[in-house]
């Protein structure tokens, strides 16, 4: 451990573990975090980062055992009685979730949230209550909180959302705030907004803060000091400067080396294998009781677009831009008006069987691949679920041997064919997705986020997955991505959206390393991204 900072010690765990029903989850962690500084704990998924903070604030299920030492301040944590966990969890601790629209009740106004909370630690009410509120949804700046106070979560987008979480966490004025993932979700511009706001109030409160998070870009810029950790165990701890320059652990070298590289390989220009010409997606606003109907929202102003075989285009802009629906009306998942051109064909012109027959061509991996995978099928129908469809002739033994051919490509064992979705980690969840798609060969494949919510060692790995599928089969993707290192390292060409409009295309290299635009300007600022050689 690194010499004691002059700040006075907040939270100190020492030699502390958890274990999970005799099994060692977190092993002899020792760390402290200072007022008035960030501290970040960092590592892959399944490192304990979450688990340690859950434990240090006893919010474990009942079959952890939680052991060492566990100081608040002067307060004991380990000998605190249930009673006495109300007044620190919320009060004296505030807490940033990663994911606030699991987080927040869905029945209740944001107002109505925030007073809970109010009311529970400080007995305020009514008028007062009202104010504090009000005061809250202001210090986190959103917008017209006399408006705001009375609207429900799911009106909110992931960002408004995110500032709600932290108006509650603060809304006792804690002395300590723990912040577990609370950007994953969010565009870069919004990370950065984010995390600025939760640095300036935490100079404003003189508040500590438990950063977790497995984003070591954002630590570089945020932190004060990292806590790095590996299957439960401390690696290395220090300021942030000279972990990142002078790492004393092959993990957290490991780490540091995780950003996707190299660029994908260079495509002929020759005929496209998709086109669009004024392609645009309106959807009809509700018409209100007496009153005209509104004009039509634009969620995708017509605009043109080719992708050549065995080429990736980059979609990037923040949420809310056009990304995913502009792929979605490509591929007619949702309606549309322009031309789209699919090798000889006009995509916009097919519907009923010939449609249907033609999906086999293009398919489609999502960002969450525990979401868009069937809990109760086991992996080898959910593989051949698309193949069977399409594909009615192939006896079983046939299919059998196409899944386990497709599962081998994306890296995956034979054995995993009769396991479930739950039963594997993130990355090994999407490629099992990227298995789904590839099985029925087709020319095309859009991936929406593919990668946003894997660790950075995770994201490489996949990243390569990707670029080896599209050099052995010639595959063309339609990349969307918030990830901009992400993008460089697939990409040929990028397109850039803002509110449904383009706002500057080319190639990939050329446009993120001299953006012609403010706005993109303003995304590679977000992202951190440094210039690359060559």
Request: aromatic share 4%; charged share 25%; net charge neutral.
């Amino acid at each position: 451990m690194p010499e004691s900072s002059s700040r006075s010690p907040l939270l100190r765990l020492e030699d502390f573990s958890v274990a999970f029903d005799g099994i060692t989850v977190v092993d002899r962690l020792s760390l402290t975090v200072n007022r008035g500084e960030t501290l970040a704990l960092v590592g892959e998924s399944g490192s304990g980062k979450s688990v340690s903070a859950l434990g240090a604030m006893d919010l474990l299920p009942g079959n952890a055992a939680v052991s060492g030492a566990r100081w608040l301040g002067n307060t004991d944590l380990s000998g605190l009685r249930r009673r006495d966990w109300q007044g620190v969890r919320g009060g004296r601790v505030g807490f940033i979730f990663q994911e606030p629209m699991t987080s927040l009740n869905p029945l209740h106004t944001v107002g109505k949230q925030i007073g809970e909370t109010l009311r529970l630690h400080q007995g305020l009410s009514g008028r007062a209550a009202r104010a504090r509120i009000l005061e809250l949804l202001g210090q986190v700046k959103l917008p017209r909180p006399e408006e705001l106070i009375n609207v429900w979560p799911h009106q909110l987008s992931g960002g408004q959302r995110q500032r709600v979480m932290i108006a509650m966490a603060i809304a006792n004025d804690p002395a300590l705030l723990i912040a577990d993932e609370p950007t994953t979700a969010l565009d870069v511009t919004v990370q950065q907004e984010i995390l600025a706001l939760l640095a300036e109030l935490r100079d404003r409160h003189g508040m500590g803060m438990l950063f977790i998070t497995h984003d070591l870009n954002l630590v570089r810029r945020h932190a004060d000091r990292v806590c790095v950790l590996y299957r439960g165990r401390e690696q290395e701890t220090g300021p942030v400067e000279r972990v990142f320059t002078s790492p004393a652990s092959p993990y957290t070298r490991t780490l540091l080396d995780a950003e996707p590289e190299g660029r994908p390989a260079a495509v002929p220009r020759g005929a496209p294998l998709i086109s669009a010409s004024g392609l645009g997606v309106s959807f009809q606003r509700p018409k209100k009781l007496f009153m005209k109907r509104p004009p039509a929202f634009e969620a995708v102003r017509p605009l043109d677009l080719t992708l050549a075989p065995g080429e990736t285009l980059g979609i990037v802009g923040e949420s809310g831009s056009g990304k995913t629906t502009l792929a979605l009306a490509l591929l007619r998942l949702t309606q549309s008006h322009g031309e789209i051109t699919f090798g000889d064909s006009r995509l916009d012109r097919l519907s009923g069987g010939e449609l249907r027959r033609m999906r086999q061509r293009f398919q489609i991996v999502f960002q969450d691949p525990f979401g868009s995978l069937s809990p109760r099928l086991p992996v080898s129908e959910i593989v051949s679920e698309g193949l069977r469809f399409h594909q009615p002739s192939l006896t079983e033994a046939e299919v059998a041997r196409r899944v386990a051919a497709t599962l081998d490509e994306v890296g995956l064992p034979a054995d995993c064919a009769d396991r479930y979705p739950h039963e594997f980690s993130g990355g090994q969840r999407q490629r099992i997705a990227v298995a789904r798609a590839i099985i029925l060969e087709p020319e095309l494949i859009v991936l929406d986020e593919p990668t946003s919510a894997l660790d950075r060692t995770v994201q490489k790995q996949l990243v390569a997955l990707l670029r080896d599928l599209q050099a052995r089969r010639g595959l063309s993707y339609l990349f969307i991505s918030h990830d901009l290192a992400v993008v460089r390292a697939m990409a040929h060409r990028v397109m850039v959206l803002k509110e449904g409009e383009v706002v500057e295309s080319g190639d990939c290299l050329a446009v993120l390393e001299n953006p012609s635009s403010d706005y993109t300007r303003a995304l590679v600022a977000a992202a951190g991204l440094a210039p690359r050689e060559g």
